[in-house]
């Protein structure tokens, strides 16, 4: 079959199916995501042999180990994410809810009520375990899923899609709800960016050139998600020993995540107090440091910054570090430098807490708190389909309210317009 | 100066002031509002003397009547956008609103707030109200704005833009927050749509031509509008009377805009005692009527529906007539044709009532009522910058919450993420 017949079938019993799961129950909803993390468990075998052939090629490709790693499925990994299923399973469900309603002068009586999305498109990359996730955060919505990752991942992407989509359907999820691209060509993405009779939204997983890619040719909406060049800026009146919990924190306990400081702008006031025993702390943990002027005269290992450090997503132990003489030139590199992600302030300063959070353009702005809490899970949302860095339609990490849309109800008797 | 600098400045400039209006406050805003509508009525000689060129351009061209109408600008008309900005003054600004806040177990405080979307970008065609009406919501909303008019209009949007803008400036909106593309060529237009350095959204506002065009090449993030294919389904047990009444204000009242019916399903039960003098009402209101073999029957002025005419947009005084032998059957009518705007049922019957809201897919969804509500100012919201058929962000009618994005603001007092 070739991609086109592929992505138009596919397409078409999703948008078929999506009318269907917008009327199912929470039960039923509930039901189905149990069934598909029991069938994830009961049949590991086929998932581990699947998997193993994805292992083999990657080998013989000279795959690097974390990306290995990352691709990687076992026991221990498939039961977490058969419990990742059953954890969407206890989550309220978003569908139904009435935001707001009012009753208009002439009678009409208007309700605003939560609705899914339709047909989502997921485009990821190397991990298997989003095929799950998605599947599962889509579902719980209401929503049809199409899903198309990485070609490194077909094998084990196909094997879980069957699973989890055969045991969704024995419990009464329509047919076509749960879809997986199997062309593993790019042609496929391409054709998909295109999809606009029957996706209603698509949401790219994955690395900057991903990202790049599906926002530059999508004509279908896409939510952009990921990038991450965050700042903490440690102020003036900043408690030192706060600050460098925080800002070793933000940089060392998972580097190669979106919600990791790339950038620490510290105060002059305070950098010759801060700064030595900081970027020691750094280089022992093995962080490379790239630094300004000022900076470099505080640690024989740093070396001079360039305008590309300021602006570099690093994921990974580097880190750009800028002694700055004022909230206000703060402010200016963090609107330079950003993707709006999350930033974060150290300061004592009232009124320096309250312009930070004003001023800053980004998703999630901190006063005194690491930058690594921009998470759906750390925000209390119980779930995340990934974390917007766009402003329309969501902000941040979205949970499952951010998968659905809103429909207006009205019930009138006989109202018409003059 | 040649478009992709003017566009450079202007998204450079808006973007500029959009970090400055974010903390505008309510008050100056409403100020700049009333100043710009006393500037429209103290300056309208210019206005209408600007407007002249555009009219006797058209009039050169050839513009039709109805066009030209649109085109035109008189006292009062000045009057209506100078009253539409002093009402924008009083309805309450949307940002700042703490829309939820939590407290999470590790003791961050988390509130999720609403901002401006940063910087609007707008492309409409040739009603030079736009100009005044858009620059005004979405200042109200703390955004900057980017005006692309139709070429027809070019004279009457460059002088209200400048006044405005100026009248705006002059009350203390940063410079740059109120631009107008000047350069009227469509090359300015495709560059629009791939500024995403400067514009969050691109707004297009005008017929299905624009929208297509708006959608297919914009890289920047778009609210799609207008295209509205409703239907008005009279069930077996409606109220015939009503349902007459419904019927006619749903197409005749003013058949020119996105929320007129285009097509009328009639239960079969019905249709008999229904249509005849329904359908004779329509042809005395000079209605052309397009039916099924069925509807034929009813009116010797009735010609044979064609596939096109279940999937036009007509704006116009044509009416596609169908007769359905069920609900089911009107359900599948809609999502086969719908472009999910507005739909209603006419009926008695709790259960189909319940069930057509429930699983007809369309931004309202009326029981009882016409169509032609669909409208920010009919739902009560005091405004409208237009009417939103996709699913992300916004649906249904659009006001200055729709202009608004969020983020969230994080109090803690040194958490760090383990």
């Given at each position: 079959m070739d991609y086109i017949t592929e992505l138009t079938e596919k397409?078409?019993?999703a948008k078929q199916a999506a009318r269907k799961l917008a009327s199912l129950s929470t039960a039923q909803k509930n039901q189905a995501l149990i069934a598909m993390a029991t069938a994830l468990e009961t049949k590991q075998g086929i998932i581990v042999a699947a998997n193993a052939k994805d292992i083999n090629r990657a080998q013989a490709n000279g795959m690097s180990k974390p990306l290995m790693d990352r691709l990687l499925l076992n026991e221990t990994r498939i039961k977490t994410m058969a419990e990742g299923l059953r954890q969407i399973a206890t989550l309220p469900d978003p569908i139904g809810e009435a935001i707001a309603?009012?009753?208009?002068p002439n009678g009409l009586a208007i309700t605003k009520m939560r609705v899914p999305l339709g047909v989502i498109g997921i485009i990821y990359e190397a991990r298997p375990n989003v095929t799950v996730d998605a599947a599962g955060l889509c579902l719980k919505a209401g929503n049809a899923v199409i899903l198309r990752g990485g070609s490194e991942a077909i094998d084990s992407n196909m094997a879980?899609?069957?699973?989890?989509?055969?045991?969704?359907y024995a419990a009464g999820v329509p047919?076509?709800?749960?879809?997986?691209?199997?062309?593993?060509?790019?042609?496929?993405?391409?054709a998909m960016l295109k999809l606009n009779h029957y996706l209603d939204v698509?949401?790219?997983?994955?690395?900057?050139?991903?990202?790049?890619?599906?926002?530059?040719?999508?004509?279908v909406p896409v939510i952009e998600t990921g990038t991450g060049v965050c700042?903490?800026?440690?102020?003036a009146t900043a408690d030192l020993s706060m600050a460098q919990d925080i800002a070793f924190n933000a940089k060392v306990s998972r580097p190669g995540v979106c919600n990791a400081m790339e950038t620490l702008l510290v105060h002059e006031a305070v950098a010759e107090q801060f700064l030595p025993t900081m970027l020691e702390r750094y280089h022992q943990a093995g962080v490379v440091i790239r630094g300004c002027g000022q900076t470099m005269k505080y640690h024989s290992a740093v070396t001079l910054a360039t305008d590309e450090d300021w602006a570099a997503e690093f994921l990974d132990l580097i880190l750009a570090v800028r002694v700055v003489n004022s909230l206000e030139a703060a402010i200016e590199h963090i609107a330079t430098y950003s993707t709006r992600h999350s930033e974060a302030i150290v300061t004592g300063d009232y009124e320096h807490a309250r312009r930070f959070q004003q001023e800053v353009d980004a998703a999630a702005v901190y006063v005194n708190a690491s930058t690594r809490f921009t998470d759906g899970f750390e925000f209390g949302f119980?779930?995340?389909i990934g974390i917007s860095t766009q402003k329309l339609h969501a902000r941040g990490p979205m949970g499952l309210p951010e998968l659905t849309s809103i429909k207006y109800v009205i019930n009138g008797n006989g109202q018409i317009r003059n």
């Open positions: 397409g078409k019993a309603g009012w009753l208009r879980i899609a069957e699973i989890i989509a055969e045991a969704a047919a076509g709800a749960i879809a997986l691209v199997e062309t593993t060509d790019r042609q496929a993405v391409t698509i949401i790219p997983r994955g690395g900057a050139g991903l990202i790049r890619t599906v926002v530059e040719n999508s004509t700042h903490t800026f440690v102020d119980g779930a995340e």
